[in-house]
């Protein structure tokens, strides 16, 4: 079964950045649509940004601008570089395909201070 590892999640502070990453045991990356998602403290998972098997990127709109999703050379790894960080930002960080259709894992909390 795929399972997905996040990290690179920490503390910074407002206008900062991070550049979180995921990798997967199983070879999903090439063959799907691949997202981040996060969820805040009390607020329900939400989808942030997404990259197309061709390369396709779609943005929520609080992101946009700011933040920018792409896959490693080898296909094996995705990132998602974070600028201009918020106190909103704040959540726990997690990939999966679009249709999360592997297991989550544990995520990574990012964290950002005003």
């Known amino acids: 079964q795929v399972q997905l590892v996040e990290s690179g999640g920490g503390l910074v502070q407002a206008g900062g950045s991070l550049r979180l990453s995921c990798a997967a045991s199983g070879t999903i990356f090439g063959r799907n649509t691949m997202a981040w998602y996060r969820q805040a403290p009390g607020k329900q998972r939400e989808l942030v940004a997404s990259i197309g098997v061709w390369g396709f990127t779609n943005y929520a709109a609080s992101v946009k601008g700011r933040f920018m999703i792409s896959r490693g050379n080898a296909g094996d790894t995705l990132y998602p570089q974070m600028n201009s960080l918020k106190p909103e930002d704040t959540a726990v960080y997690y990939c999966?395909?679009?249709?999360?259709?592997?297991?989550w894992g544990q995520g990574t909390q990012v964290t950002v201070s005003s």
């Open positions: 999966n395909t679009l249709t999360t259709q592997v297991p």
